[in-house]
Nanobody, 124 residues
């Protein structure tokens, strides 16, 4: 079992930045590929980025490539999502998730453990 808690969401103006954090507890964090997803009201949950458990390789959605960066610190059991040049369409609830399906999973069903989500609102 892995427990995930996201933080760092909030309200920001377009063009601004936020850094989301996801703290993990429970089973060995470093054994899981970690991902970020987001879900806007009335829409399906969508993949943002994932990072491998061992070599730091990443995969990022084209919709945020060049603006969002995923990273992890296994010593702190934490994964991050740095979000720059935010746009109103980035407004959503952001979720982190843990997966043992590799490499670099990007489907919702490939993730076993999920956090409760953190709201990000980008005003125009």
């Amino acid at each position: 079992q892995v427990q995930l808690v996201e933080s760092g969401g909030g309200v920001v103006q377009a063009g601004g930045s936020l850094r989301l954090s996801c703290a993990a507890s429970g089973r060995t964090f470093s054994a899981y590929d970690m991902g970020w997803f987001r879900q806007a009201p009335g829409k399906e949950r969508k993949f943002i980025a994932t990072i491998s458990w061992n070599d730091g390789l990443t995969r990022t959605s084209d919709s945020v490539k060049g603006r969002f960066t995923i990273s992890r610190d296994n010593a702190k059991n934490t994964v991050y999502l740095q979000m720059n040049s935010l746009k109103p369409e980035d407004t959503a609830v952001y979720y982190c998730a843990a997966s043992t399906v590799g490499p670099l999973p990007f489907k919702v069903y490939e993730y076993t453990y999920w956090g409760q989500g953190t709201q990000v609102t980008v005003s125009s």
